[in-house]
């Protein structure tokens, strides 16, 4: 006679008991761990000037102020790119050169005239100055008007990371945890190659002034503001800090 006996689907429970002999193969996260997205950037610290990547790198940043390339006569656009191929043909390291447009800050100017409103003798004249700077606001809203950036990126990297092939800077910076190992490195390193930079940092300003052009290179205050505004261009038109003691250094630091 066929058998008519049922059977029944392992519950739950049970897989969960039968299973539990079994090694765990799956790794477990860290619970109540706030993975900050500090972690996966590619800057390690900002100090005396420099920006300290977590690879080794070290880099300045030079602002450079603009001419008006048009306004000059014929023969001064000449001598400007001959000297800036000079500059070029000059160069035994490789340089970065950044154009940042950027939504035009009229804040200072607006409360500017927002305090001179206040001193106004009369209070037709204040009405005006008022009207004068809400116009100015709205106009600058309305109009997206943008202004540009200029920035020379000098970077000094250690011999042995340049060396490395393409794959293996790839899961370099894969890795993208960092330890106290990696900082001891990178405080080592910073006092062999820093003058190295500084060297650079000089030969790139005597070069760009011959051609007419003035570079200062960006303070520690000047790279945190610069790169605060670049991975959060939203957020710092409205949140805004006057020093870098306003940060919550604590929680955004990585361990």
Same mark, same amino acid.
């Given at each position: 006679?066929?058998?008519?006996s049922?059977?029944?689907?392992?519950?739950?429970?049970?897989?969960?008991?039968?299973?539990?002999?079994?090694?765990?193969?799956?790794?477990? %996260?860290?619970?109540? #761990?706030?993975?900050?997205?500090q972690?996966?950037?590619?800057?390690? *610290?900002?100090?005396?000037?420099?920006?300290?990547?977590?690879?080794?790198?070290?880099?300045?940043?030079?602002?450079?102020?603009s001419?008006?390339?048009?306004?000059?006569? +014929?023969? *001064? $656009?000449?001598?400007?790119?001959?000297? /800036?191929?000079? #500059?070029?043909?000059?160069?035994?390291?490789?340089? $970065?050169? =950044?154009?940042?447009?950027?939504?035009?800050?009229?804040?200072? /100017?607006?409360?500017s005239?927002?305090?001179?409103?206040?001193?106004?003798?009369?209070?037709?004249?204040? *009405?005006?100055?008022?009207? /004068?700077?809400? #116009?100015?606001?709205?106009?600058?809203?309305?109009?997206?008007?943008m $202004?540009k950036?200029?920035?020379?990126?000098?970077?000094?990297?250690?011999?042995?990371?340049?060396k490395?092939?393409?794959?293996? &800077?790839?899961?370099e910076?894969?890795?993208?945890?960092?330890?106290?190992?990696?900082?001891? $490195?990178?405080?080592? !390193?910073?006092?062999?190659?820093?003058k190295?930079?500084?060297? &650079?940092?000089?030969?790139?300003?005597?070069?760009? +002034?011959?051609?007419?052009?003035?570079?200062?290179? =960006?303070?520690?205050? *000047?790279?945190?503001?610069?790169? /605060?505004?670049?991975?959060?261009?939203?957020?710092?038109? %409205?949140?805004? #800090?006057?020093?870098?003691? !306003?940060?919550?250094?604590? %929680?955004?630091?990585?361990?």
């Open positions: 006679m066929p058998d008519t049922t059977t029944t689907a392992p519950t739950a429970t049970a897989v969960a008991v039968k299973g539990a002999a079994l090694p765990d193969t799956v790794r477990k %996260k860290k619970k109540g #761990f706030a993975v900050s997205t972690r996966y950037l590619p800057i390690a *610290e900002i100090r005396e000037d420099t920006v300290l990547l977590k690879n080794g790198g070290i880099r300045a940043v030079l602002k450079v102020n001419i008006n390339f048009n306004l000059k006569s +014929e023969v *001064e $656009q000449q001598g400007i790119i001959a000297g /800036y191929q000079s #500059f070029v043909n000059t160069l035994i390291f490789p340089v $970065q050169i =950044l154009i940042r447009s950027t939504k035009l800050n009229i804040d200072p /100017y607006i409360q005239m927002k305090g001179r409103a206040d001193q106004q003798p009369s209070a037709l004249l204040k *009405e005006q100055t008022l009207d /004068y700077a809400d #116009f100015m606001e709205k106009l600058v809203d309305i109009a997206d008007i $202004q950036n200029y920035y020379i990126i000098v970077p000094v990297d250690a011999p042995t990371k340049v490395r092939g393409l794959f293996q &800077r790839f899961f910076w894969m890795n993208v945890d960092d330890n106290r190992s990696k900082a001891l $490195q990178r405080s080592h !390193e910073f006092k062999a190659y820093g190295i930079l500084r060297d &650079r940092v000089t030969l790139v300003q005597s070069g760009m +002034e011959n051609v007419g052009l003035t570079l200062r290179r =960006l303070k520690t205050d *000047e790279l945190v503001h610069l790169f /605060y505004s670049i991975y959060n261009p939203t957020t710092s038109q %409205k949140q805004k #800090f006057k020093a870098t003691t !306003e940060l919550n250094a604590d %929680k955004a630091a990585v361990f």
